[in-house]
């Protein structure tokens, strides 16, 4: 079996292509974000960021002065990501490769800070990465680490579908087992634990499950 960290290696120039985004994934995305108060001028952290897929949502809230910060260990879904920015000409993109469950947040910090970002986001997400992350609440820390106190949290991840209609779970577990994520990980319960005023959301058939809410600081 190819190891998580080479598949993406390999496939970032197909993800775009290839992750069913149309179909089903966008769907969880645009749910995330429009459950984030996002503003004009703000900060976003958008952890495992990929190939930059949440980006032009995001920048359609933020405007031209917000700032994405993007962190994700593979540099080539970075690059594919940085591409993406440069051709669509979004200025205020700061992206970091490093390690979620493992790299100091200080280290991190300072990587957004020389690039002129401040050193805490207004929010944070996570969409369809988190399940992929060992162990995942390393990485639900350094997301919530990375954003002001009162600042928003949304996790977007996927679980088994709840309906059943023939084939969607197989489909769903073909999609996890693919993309290497952990279907029975439940990120979003992090939210759920940690955060106040959270909201609930669900799509494509449960499959899609988003937890928004506020750093509370616990
Ligand atoms: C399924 S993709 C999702 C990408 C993007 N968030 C999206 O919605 O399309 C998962 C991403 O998480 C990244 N990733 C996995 N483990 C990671 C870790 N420990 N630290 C940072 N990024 C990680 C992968 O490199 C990959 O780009």
Avoid at 172 to 192: F, K, M, Q, S, Y
Wanted: aromatic share 6%; glycine share 10%; hydrophobic share 40%.
């Amino acid at each position: 079996m190819i190891p998580i960290a080479e598949k993406y290696r390999t496939f970032a120039p197909f993800y775009d292509l290839m992750s069913a985004e149309i179909p089903v994934y966008r769907a969880g995305r645009k749910l995330g974000i429009q459950s984030l108060d996002l503003r004009a001028g703000g900060q976003v952290l958008d952890v495992g960021c990929g190939t930059g897929l949440n980006f032009r949502h995001l920048k359609e809230h933020i405007g031209p002065t917000g700032t994405i910060i993007g962190i994700d260990r593979s540099a080539e879904m970075l690059a594919q990501a940085r591409r993406k920015a440069t051709r669509e000409g979004w200025s205020n993109i700061i992206l970091i490769q490093a390690d979620a469950t493992t790299s100091p947040t200080e280290a991190i910090i300072e990587s957004i800070a020389s690039q002129g970002g401040r050193p805490l986001s207004d929010a944070a997400l996570a969409t369809y990465a988190l399940s992929l992350m060992k162990p995942w609440e390393a990485g639900w820390s350094t997301m919530r680490d990375l954003t002001r106190l009162g600042g928003q949290l949304c996790v977007v991840d996927m679980q088994e579908p709840t309906s059943r209609l023939p084939g969607t779970s197989a489909l769903a577990r073909l999609a996890c087992t693919l993309g290497g994520a952990d279907i029975t990980a439940h990120p979003w319960t992090a939210v759920e634990t940690h955060c106040t005023d959270v909201t609930t959301r669900s799509a494509r058939a449960g499959h899609l499950q988003i937890r928004t809410g506020h750093h509370s600081g616990t």
